[in-house]
């Protein structure tokens, strides 16, 4: 004879609700655009100003004396934040806003800023910004050595742009060390993570944030 068993039905009341943490939390979390100046300069001759059709043309673009022309381009990337002080003190990765000329923080409720850097460390890819802002909301902090792992995590953070995207997963395993990467213990997680997360706030149950969003993995090794 065979025997089996009726496995227990999931409840929707099992399953863990994040509405409250982020209604509460999600304003914390900031938009941080930068903007980086390249300069370079490139050869071009010195060309009267001369039809090119112009017999003469041709012979100024090839014997003329060459000339440095500067030129200048921008490069734009995003990232998240998280504000940790009423009075507009933000964390990011250090990454977001390396050798960036221009910094930009976006609030949920569409104020911009700019925000300078107070220092930052690339070892532990951290950063900390300065807005001249006040009565900000905040975040709580927690201890991530309390975290276990199979936990439920949650982040918050601008993904592509979207601002305030959230998304929810667990812990898959803490102290976790990635080549080139010996100066902190990651805490792997399965939550979605996208470009422009990075810098993002990862907050456990209680609203606390225990981590930053900091790298995604590749089968590449990247």
Known sequence: ALFGFVAPTLQAKDLPDFTE????QGAAVVNVSTTQIIRNTQAVPGIPNLPEGDPFYE???????????????????????????????????????????????????????????????????????KIE??????????D?????VGEWVLAIGSPFGFDSSVTAGIVSAKGRSLS?????????TDVA??????????????????????????????
């Open 133 to 142: 802002a006040t009565g900000l909301p905040r975040v709580s902090q927690g």
């Open 59 to 129: 012979f100024f673009r090839r014997f003329a004396p060459q000339q440095q022309m500067p030129r200048e381009q921008e490069s734009q990337s995003l990232g998240s934040g998280f504000i940790i002080s009423a009075d507009g003190y933000i964390l990011t990765n250090a990454h977001v806003v390396d050798s960036a000329d221009k910094i930009t923080v976006r609030l949920t409720d569409k104020r911009e800023f700019k925000a300078k850097v107070i220092g930052a460390d690339k070892r532990t890819d951290v950063a900390l910004l």
């Open 193 to 222: 993570i996208n470009p422009g997360n990075s810098g993002g706030p990862l907050f456990n149950m209680k609203g606390e944030v225990v981590g930053i969003n900091s790298q995604i993995y590749r089968r590449s090794g990247g």
């Open 144 to 148: 991530p050595n309390l975290m276990k």
């Open 180 to 188: 080139q990467e010996n100066f902190v213990p990651f805490i792997q």
């Open 21 to 24: 943490l982020v209604e509460k």
